[in-house]
């Protein structure tokens, strides 16, 4: 588990059975794990399991959620106010695939595995995907950069989350053709996809 998603967890305890369930998840898939498994990954306690979790679906849930926190930093950080949104987009999907690649248990965890966990997977990841969105939004706008004389911008909330769902699925491609490690090679097919669901153009600076 990156140390980005490690800053923002408490608990010394907390953090190796999280990464215990990503390391175990990313290699078995989640349907083939145990708690057991679990605690002996993270060289703790059944009892200290439970102290933080209820259960294995709890944990791998909290895992989601702390990662999918830590990417969506990454995005937020990456933005330059001072650059047109197009230029913002591009950066902020660099910085975003980079960050994803560079811990493929986590990433097949995110786009993979989350599916075994049937509908309390499908609303946190439901969830995530409206956070990504709602950064869309805010980025892709007219006035956002400076962009003298461009086009008016026009992303709705369902073209968003259009794009989420195909950045996503290119993702997922990777991931099923081994090639997670390669993933900011997708920056600019997924910044066009926004660009051209944003009806905007690359800006002439």
């Known amino acids: 588990m990156t140390a980005s998603i490690n800053s923002v967890i408490d608990s010394e305890h907390r953090v190796r059975l999280l990464q215990a369930m990503a390391a175990l998840a990313g290699a078995r898939g989640y349907a083939g794990i145990t708690i057991a ?3 002996r990954e993270a ?6 399991f439970y102290e933080h979790f209820d259960g294995k679906e709890a944990c ?3 895992l989601y959620r702390a990662a999918s926190g830590a990417a ?7 933005v330059s106010a001072d650059k047109p949104w197009q230029l913002q987009v591009e950066s902020a999907l660099s910085s975003y695939f980079a960050h994803m690649a560079a811990d493929p248990q986590v990433l097949k965890m995110l ?14 990841r439901r969830e995530v995907m409206q956070q990504m969105v709602d950064f869309m939004l805010s980025t892709v ?14 992303l709705t909330p369902t073209m968003a989350m259009a794009a989420v ?23 600019p097919t997924a910044s066009a996809l926004i660009r051209a669901l944003a009806q905007a153009e690359v800006p002439d600076l």
């Open 43 to 48: 060289g703790v306690s059944k009892r200290t």
């Open 37 to 39: 498994d679990i605690v």
């Open 72 to 78: 969506l930093r990454v995005l937020r950080e990456a």
């Open 111 to 124: 786009f993979v595995e989350i599916h075994q966990l049937g509908e309390p997977g499908a609303l946190l």
């Open 141 to 154: 706008q007219p006035g956002n950069g400076p962009v003298p004389g461009a086009a008016p911008v026009v």
């Open 165 to 187: 769902g195909g950045i996503n699925e290119l993702i997922l491609q990777a991931i099923e053709q081994g090639m997670a490690g390669d993933l900011p090679r997708l920056t």
């Open 60 to 62: 791998f849930l909290a």
